[in-house]
């Protein structure tokens, strides 16, 4: 089976802390996805890369950044965490663009405060 | 731009069938697919629709209409523990592929 494991399942940080959520898969996946995930909003997309040293910001992209070194590893980073930014991010990985769709990670809950 | 829009919650009774409809406006469709997320869990996959029709994966079938911009999802004999959210989520070629998601639909699961 695919994994995708997110380093931590909760998290709490204070405000202006720079904050680091590491996400890695074991099955040589070209694409990662950054989301977050809040009530009644669905998924929103963060950051993508769809190879090393890639990034393509999504629909929030603002407050944050993301770092691909390695092909296994996809970070993404709040330079400056703000209350605002609590919520559950799920991190997602994709062989390619046909139909497997994605695995999740399990998800990071980070409240900052 | 894209919108996606499913019901906020249904309610159904074990052992009948449900239908949690999705439609959706996207400028550069490159597929439709539905994830089950149970409460406090990650999403998971269940389908994949990019040409019209059903597909049909046990007691699940997905049903997509292009020129519509319509799904749904059908779930037959339902069991208590198929309780769980239900998200669409479609992909656009414009922009990178990239895949959206609607605010996913609840689905109670009554005995």
């Known amino acids: 089976d695919v994994k995708v494991t997110q380093s931590s399942r909760y998290l709490v940080k204070r405000t202006g802390e720079k904050v680091f959520l590491e996400c890695v898969q074991d099955m040589d996946h070209e694409n990662m996805f950054w989301y977050r995930q809040d009530p009644g909003l669905g998924l929103r997309l963060i950051y993508f890369s769809y190879d090393v040293k890639m990034k393509e910001k999504g629909d929030i992209p603002e407050g944050y950044s993301v770092s691909r070194e390695k092909k296994e590893r996809f970070s993404l980073i709040l330079e400056s965490a703000s209350t605002n930014q609590t919520s559950m991010y799920l991190c997602?990985?994709?062989?390619?663009?046909?139909?497997?769709?994605?695995?999740f990670g399990s998800g990071t809950r980070l409240t900052v405060v | 731009g894209q919108n996606i829009d499913q019901p906020t919650e249904m309610t159904a009774t074990e052992g009948a069938i449900v239908q949690i409809n999705c439609t959706y406006q996207?400028?550069?469709?490159?597929?439709l697919f539905w994830y089950q997320q149970h409460a406090g869990e990650a999403p998971t996959f269940l389908s994949y629709?990019?040409?019209?029709g059903l597909e049909e994966k046990g007691r699940f079938s997905s049903f997509l209409s292009r020129s519509k911009g319509y799904s749904y999802l059908l779930l037959k004999e339902l069991q208590m523990k198929d309780s769980a959210s239900y998200l669409c989520a479609v992909r656009d070629r414009t922009g990178g592929f990239k895949t959206i998601f609607g605010a996913g639909t609840r689905l109670f699961v009554k005995a």
């Open positions: 629709n990019v040409l019209d």
């Open positions: 997602a990985s994709s062989l390619d663009l046909t139909g497997d769709g994605y695995t």
């Open positions: 996207t400028s550069g469709f490159n597929g």
